[in-house]
């Protein structure tokens, strides 16, 4: 962990109205997860400054439903434009406050650019419908924006879960109100900068930092905001449905995850563990779509398994400015977690076969890295069977039978993502239909793109993100009859 680097600057203050203002409840230290230290402190917000910006956004967002979808357009391409020439800065920030490797944060902000063009082309597709009616009459189908809009966003994709989630919003002609994480405020705040150099208009887009229980039941409760969109744990999801119930509003959540990845015996074996690792230690394990249940078909299990060992030997870890190939977990609770796992594993009978321990000497000593490690020998009565691991844990689980295995894929309460490799047709059309998921990847696992559909079902969530779908989640559909005759 050889590079040190200063934070690049960055507004720490919280952005209402067009302004920059102060918090009133102090300020907070931002922590860099691979050594310990504090970046820099950031205002807290409080009841006072969410109302603020609820008003603002609310005031804001008559004008702005009202531009043309190409003026809003015009204004998203400048904001594309301004992240690409600023993705350097962008992506530093992200790294040392989240912690992933370099690599990996710009290819974040790269993503955040397609999504912002993509969302600016598709809010000028939101079409209606004229549908045949009487003679006498004109039947419209119209489309109109939400409203003011509460977007809650997680610390995993600090920067493109933002861009996801307002792209869409503003592109419809929806109002915003922020609140990211509190472990990855900067990256937010920076992105806050660049809607503001960018022109768009004073409440468009705000952001408010704090207490997540304060401004996640304020957002959901208030009859002023329309729509509450939230990626984060089914536990906080589920909190903030409940709250958002009385007020009948919009909601969209995008929640945890259990994904399986089965390797069927006709697989491409290589292709297989090759996508495996790269899958798996993206931004270390910490990622709703993550694989966590390797099945592998008994015939091909030794072999799978000695290669999946190899490989995980070239998976370096470290300090995310050296860009290994994976860096530190988020902070220690997430430490704690994997341990937990694989002690309760291990004590029913699983077996390590490379890593299991947590890196805290020399070099990694105030940072929160992990071995990453392969596990062998899950079976049911385990937790991390059950359990969201968000961490280098490659657990591996053998199957016989097609059918067998597409039962316990489907055993969770999670329905995210899914994996599998087959190269039999029919294996890939009966497995594919019969996945309990909103996303199947076969023989691949880029299931994550600006022009597909993004979901889940069951315990992972409801409404989709990205594609003409993701546009859709912020219009309300109204419906016009006319009196042409008399």
Known sequence: MGKQQELPAVETRLYINGKWVEGSEGTKPVTNPATGEALADVHVGGEKEVHSAIEAANQAFPEWSQKSAAERAKLMNKMADLVEEDAERLATIMTMEQGKPLTQAKGEIQTNVENLRWNAAEGQRVLGEIVPSPATNQWQVRKQAV??????????????????????????????????????????????????????????????????????????????????????????????????APTLKNVSMELGGHAPYIIFPDAD????????????FINNGQVCT?????????????????????????????????????????????????????????????????????LDSG?????????????????????????????????LI???????????????????????????????????????????????????????PFGGVKHSGFGRENGTYGVEEYVDVKFVNIRTAK
């Open 398 to 452: 053998t199957f016989e039978d097609e059918e067998k295995v597409i039962e316990d894929a489907n055993d969770t309460e999670f329905g995210l993502a899914s994996y599998f490799f087959s190269t039999n047709i029919h294996t890939v059309e009966n497995v594919s239909s019969k996945l309990q998921y909103g996303m199947v990847g076969v023989n691949d696992t880029a299931i994550s793109n600006s022009a597909t």
């Open 290 to 358: 993550s694989p966590n249940r390797i099945f592998i078909h008994k015939d091909i299990k030794e072999k799978v398994t000695d290669q999946i060992v190899e490989a995980i030997k070239d998976v370096t870890v470290g300090n995310g400015l050296d860009d290994p190939t994976t860096g530190p977990l988020i902070n220690q609770a997430g430490v704690d977690k994997v341990v937990d796992q694989l002690k309760d594993a291990t004590d029913k009978g699983a077996k390590i076969l490379a890593g299991g321990h947590k």
């Open 147 to 244: 409203g003011v809009v509460g977007a809650i966003t997680p610390w995993n994709f600090p920067s493109n879960m933002i861009i996801r989630k307002i792209s869409p919003a503003i592109a419809a002609g929806c109002t915003v109100i922020l609140k990211p994480s509190k472990e990855t405020p900067l990256s937010a705040l920076a992105l806050m900068e660049l809607f503001d150099k960018a022109g768009f208009p004073d409440g468009v887009v705000n952001i408010v930092l704090g207490d997540s229980s304060t401004i996640g039941t304020i957002l959901s409760e208030s009859e002023e905001v329309q729509k509450i969109t939230f990626t984060g744990s089914t536990e906080v999801g589920q909190k903030l449905n409940e709250q958002a």
């Open 269 to 280: 074996i290589e292709r297989a563990v090759e996508t495996l690792i790269q899958t798996k």
């Open 363 to 395: 070099e990694y000593a105030n940072g929160n890295f992990f071995e990453p490690t392969v596990l062998d020998g899950v079976t049911k009565d385990m937790d991390i069977f059950y359990q969201e691991t968000f961490g280098p844990v490659i657990p």
